[in-house]
């Protein structure tokens, strides 16, 4: 008992830390311009370099001007015209790799459970609590924990080489960033998605499971090893896609909406299950078949929902774990008090840290940081 409650305060003071640093009121960087140097897939050259990694390059993607015969194009906002006009280009160069991250593709069956975290360039210091608190890469149950951080570009001409060059000496420290030539932007979430998934089946095609989720989210990274464990019949080359379940829902119309998706983008009224893009758990079976489902499906560029498209396309399903609170931890029907340290012991994962949070954690962190 004293070890679970000891294990239990140190999991919340590591919740503690990540609370200080999310709390700042930085920007999401989850909007601007969607295209940066763009790549389209035919003519792939494969170049080795001086550390025996490669690097990818495709000839410019030039602008599907046929989409401009849309209807009514010219009245949709500038942000939805230019993913009109780039939705085919999928591959862009990779600006940092760690092709060797899992240990070569035949060795990568020894990372049990991947952490493959959203980011932008300028969250640096929301990558930087997360790996000295629950994606800290490690040996937990004896099995490992890898981490990796996937990126775009932001900015473009002087702005965009300083963000790029910082990130690279970050990853000359950490070797945790995968990044590519493109613009990191809300509206580009599912292109990051798959061109992580084209890496994965390159250099660690054989890991067991993920985590997927967003910078600004706490995980339990240890109760998902023991729940993955606890599996019965699948180390990972089974189906799995579980997380906060999402259904019968359908495009925002709404062109005030951050989640904007107007028919000329999506004609059906309806999305498939799927799980919020906050944070989900899967197998490396299902990662690739997602992968090779993504190859004949158009880009959504809503990315979670993506996701449920290509589960639905290989017809399996995303399933709801209770564990994973991507939409909050507020239970109207709970008399539990939140900022008890065991309120999160069962917890896989939440996201979106409030305000109200913030300000408690501000003045309880002697208990937090001290314990």
């Known amino acids: 008992m004293r070890i679970i409650k000891a294990r239990t305060f140190l999991l919340v003071g590591a919740f503690?830390?990540?609370?200080?640093?999310?709390?700042?009121?930085?920007?999401?960087?989850?909007?601007?311009?969607?295209?940066?140097?763009?790549?389209?897939?035919?003519?792939?050259?494969?170049?080795?370099?001086?550390?025996?990694?490669?690097?990818?390059?495709?000839?410019?993607?030039?602008?599907?001007?046929s989409a401009a015969n849309i209807t009514d194009f010219n009245k949709l906002p500038g942000h939805i015209q230019d993913f009109l006009y780039y939705r085919h280009c999928r591959h862009f160069p990779m600006l940092l790799d760690i092709p060797d991250k899992c240990g070569g593709a035949d060795r990568s069956a020894e990372v049990f459970l991947l952490l493959v975290i959203k980011s932008s360039p300028v969250n640096y210091d929301r990558r930087e609590v997360l790996r000295k608190t629950w994606a800290k890469e490690r040996l937990h149950n004896?099995?490992?924990?890898?981490?990796?951080?996937?990126?775009?570009?932001?900015?473009?001409?002087?702005?965009?080489?300083?963000?790029?060059?910082?990130?690279?000496?970050e990853q000359r420290e950490y070797n945790?960033?995968?990044?590519?030539?493109?613009?990191?932007?809300?509206?580009?979430?599912?292109?990051?998605?798959?061109?992580?998934?084209?890496?994965?089946?390159?250099?660690?095609?054989?890991?067991?499971?993920?985590?997927?989720?967003?910078?600004d989210i706490f995980a339990n990274t240890d109760n998902m090893v023991e729940y993955l464990q606890g599996l019965v019949d699948n180390d990972g080359s089974r189906h799995l896609f579980i997380g906060h379940l999402i259904q019968n829902v359908g495009p925002i119309r709404s062109p005030g909406s951050k989640y904007f998706i107007p028919v000329q983008v999506q004609e059906s009224d309806s999305y498939p299950p799927y799980c919020g893009g906050g944070g989900f758990l899967l197998s490396g079976y299902t990662a690739l078949v997602i992968y090779n489902m993504s190859l004949s499906i158009t880009i959504l560029p809503i990315d979670d929902v993506y996701m449920g498209m290509c589960l639905a396309k290989a017809r399996l399903a995303p399933a709801l774990h209770m564990g994973v609170k991507t939409f909050g931890l507020n239970d109207p029907f709970s008399k539990v008090d939140r900022y008890d340290p065991c309120y999160y012991k069962d917890v896989l994962l939440f996201l979106h840290v409030s305000l109200l949070l913030c300000r408690k954690t501000m003045i309880s962190n002697s208990f937090l940081f001290f314990i």
């Open 16 to 65: 503690g830390l990540l609370v200080l640093y999310l709390c700042k009121d930085f920007s999401d960087n989850k909007t601007g311009h969607l295209y940066l140097d763009v790549r389209e897939d035919d003519s792939k050259i494969r170049q080795t370099t001086t550390n025996n990694s490669y690097v990818y390059s495709w000839p410019n993607c030039q602008q599907n001007m």
């Open 142 to 169: 004896g099995v490992w924990i890898r981490r990796l951080f996937i990126s775009g570009t932001m900015d473009s001409g002087y702005e965009k080489k300083r963000l790029n060059k910082l990130l690279e000496m």
């Open 176 to 215: 945790d960033i995968l990044q590519w030539d493109f613009s990191d932007s809300f509206y580009n979430l599912t292109l990051k998605q798959i061109l992580f998934l084209e890496w994965m089946e390159r250099n660690c095609p054989k890991a067991h499971f993920l985590l997927n989720g967003d910078d």
